[in-house]
């Protein structure tokens, strides 16, 4: 195993990461509904969902899917029905206002939004078949632990540290006020790309 190995993987995947999916329409979205802090904790959920399916694919996960094709099937419908799910509250919520600090009301907890973030990001199983292939493609097959650990540590970073840059972007006050100008229109637009994100999860 060597730096050059390493940085490679820590490449692919930075790119990835960046790449838009229902994470970063959720991140946007959190961001400029209920600021930094609660987008950062979903962040923060979302390095933890790229971490468990880092970790699944070394441990040999997809080729468990390949072995038992239902099962893949099977978590591909539940993570597109969830997506699908989030989109229908979007949608069904999108012309309530944003409840304001004088109304006593307080944003999504953080704990909530680290939850949120890891079944969010748990619902695409189709991670653990890209870190699989990426792994399998560039790791020598006995790449020493200490290897093991860094390169999930870099993956934990890459996810998290991309979305709390996200989150800042999109927490500062022109941002947040656009969203609030635009909410209603902006929300179904959101709904509908988290849907159809969930659709082709579901079915491709």
Same mark, same amino acid.
């Given at each position: 195993?060597? =730096?050059?190995?390493?940085?490679?993987?820590?490449?692919?995947?930075?790119? %990835? *990461?960046?790449?838009?999916?229902?994470?970063?329409?959720?991140?946007?979205?959190?961001? %400029?509904?209920?600021?930094?802090?609660?987008?950062?904790?979903?962040?923060?959920?979302?390095?933890?969902?790229?971490?468990?399916?880092?970790? %699944?694919?070394?441990?040999?996960?997809?080729?468990?899917?390949?072995?038992?094709?239902?099962? /893949?099937?099977?978590?591909?419908?539940?993570?597109?029905?969830?997506?699908?799910?989030?989109? *229908?509250?979007? =949608?069904?919520h999108a012309d309530a206002p944003l409840a304001a600090p004088a109304d006593g009301?307080?944003?999504?907890?953080?704990?909530?939004?680290?939850?949120?973030?890891?079944?969010?990001?748990? %619902?695409?199983?189709?991670?653990?078949?890209? /870190?699989?292939?990426?792994?399998?493609?560039?790791?020598?097959?006995?790449?020493?632990?200490? =290897?093991?650990?860094?390169?999930?540590?870099?993956?934990?970073?890459?996810?998290?540290?991309?979305?709390?840059?996200?989150?800042?972007? /999109?927490?500062?006050?022109?941002?947040?006020?656009?969203?609030?100008?635009?909410?209603?229109?902006?929300?179904?637009?959101?709904?509908?790309?988290?849907?159809? /994100?969930?659709?082709?999860?579901?079915?491709?």
């Open positions: 195993m060597s =730096w050059v190995i390493f940085l490679s993987i820590v490449g692919i995947h930075l790119v %990835a *990461a960046m790449s838009p999916g229902p994470s970063f329409v959720m991140s946007v979205r959190t961001a %400029a509904s209920d600021g930094f802090g609660v987008a950062t904790a979903l962040a923060l959920g979302f390095g933890l969902g790229a971490t468990i399916w880092a970790i %699944a694919a070394m441990a040999g996960l997809a080729f468990l899917f390949e072995l038992v094709p239902a099962l /893949f099937t099977t978590l591909k419908i539940a993570g597109g029905a969830f997506l699908l799910f989030i989109a *229908a509250k979007m =949608w069904r009301a307080t944003p999504r907890s953080a704990g909530s939004a680290i939850r949120l973030g890891l079944i969010t990001f748990a %619902a695409n199983p189709k991670t653990a078949v890209f /870190f699989a292939a990426v792994f399998v493609g560039l790791l020598p097959p006995d790449i020493p632990l200490v =290897w093991r650990i860094a390169i999930i540590g870099a993956v934990f970073a890459n996810e998290t540290l991309w979305y709390i840059a996200v989150a800042r972007l /999109f927490s500062l006050p022109r941002p947040r006020a656009a969203y609030t100008r635009f909410k209603s229109m902006i929300d179904r637009l959101f709904g509908g790309l988290i849907g159809l /994100f969930g659709v082709k999860i579901a079915l491709t």
